[in-house]
């Protein structure tokens, strides 16, 4: 193992032994929340994980409670957002200022303002894209078409 990147000698047989010790228990514990197959993968992704930084997780007490929970960050499955279909949607005349005004916006705003008024999404759907809550996006929403209006000197 000395040619991978990370301890060298004495470390490696150090992080071997380690290895070969916690990964039956790493999978033991997984299983009820990844399955078989989904716990071995996890044990992995945590080992790689514990290999990549063994200086310092070499010498905790409880490096193997640590892994476990890298095994489940690490191996969490991400739920693929359901999104509405996208309409095509012909662009309106636009006030000259409006392209360069939105690209002004922090990305979080201008994504949040394109959703809801230029694709009509909700709230909800838009929350779901940007991975975050309604209120988030109600709140980036909020912020972005201040930042707009003051940017174009609309008063409303």
């Known amino acids: 193992m000395s040619d991978l990147p990370g301890a060298a000698g004495a470390d490696d047989r150090d992080f071997e ?14 299983v009820p929340v990844r399955g078989f197959d989904g716990a071995a993968d996890a044990a992995s992704e945590a080992l790689a994980y514990a290999w990549e930084h063994w200086d310092e997780v070499g010498g905790m007490d409880n490096a193997a409670g640590f892994l476990y929970r890298v095994a489940q960050s690490r191996s969490r499955t991400r739920k693929r957002p359901h999104l509405p279909p996208t309409a095509t949607i012909g662009l309106p005349d636009l006030e ?30 838009t929350a779901t894209a940007m991975e975050t809550s309604p209120t988030a996006v109600g709140s980036h929403l909020m912020r972005g078409m201040a930042s707009l209006r003051r940017t174009l000197g609309v008063t409303s």
């Open 17 to 30: 032994t380690f290895a070969v010790d916690v990964r039956p228990r790493l999978v033991r514990a997984l």
């Open 96 to 125: 000259p200022g409006l392209v360069p005004a939105m690209l002004e916006l922090p990305l979080t705003q201008r994504t949040a303002v394109w959703l809801v008024h230029a694709c009509g999404w909700s709230y909800a759907e």
